[in-house]
């Protein structure tokens, strides 16, 4: 499972979040899991927002990630982030029997 995260506030932080979104591509390694996740954090400072939600969503969606704006600060959506990735991630297991 791969979480990248980064600042909405900040073009720079999605732009490299970007990055290691390719970097890290299945395609790339042997031992990838097939769950991968894309962040946009800090959506409690939406009036300093660089980043918009559309896309980011597209860019998630093209690349086939779970995608969700969160604030750790407010506690937005982090506990629904990681039920997200979680069942995905526990079907992956079950199926190949892992556990």
């Given at each position: 499972?791969?979480?990248?995260?980064?600042?909405?506030?900040?073009?720079?932080?999605?732009?490299?979040?970007?990055?290691?979104?390719?970097?890290?591509?299945?395609?790339?390694?042997?031992?990838?899991?097939?769950?991968?996740?894309?962040?946009?954090?800090?959506?409690?400072l939406e009036d300093k927002r660089q980043v918009?939600?559309?896309?980011?969503?597209?860019?998630?969606?093209?690349?086939?990630?779970i995608f969700m704006e969160t604030s750790a600060?407010?506690?937005?959506?982090?506990?629904?982030?990681?039920?997200?990735?979680?069942?995905?991630?526990?079907?992956?297991?079950?199926?190949?029997?892992?556990?």
């Amino acid at each position: 499972m791969h979480h990248i995260v980064y600042d909405i506030t900040s073009k720079v932080s999605y732009e490299g979040a970007k990055t290691w979104v390719e970097y890290m591509m299945p395609s790339r390694w042997d031992f990838a899991l097939p769950v991968m996740a894309l962040a946009g954090n800090k959506v409690d400072l939406e009036d300093k927002r660089q980043v918009t939600t559309e896309d980011a969503k597209l860019f998630a969606d093209q690349n086939g990630l779970i995608f969700m704006e969160t604030s750790a600060k407010v506690e937005t959506n982090i506990k629904e982030l990681f039920f997200k990735i979680g069942i995905p991630l526990c079907l992956f297991f079950l199926l190949f029997d892992m556990f």
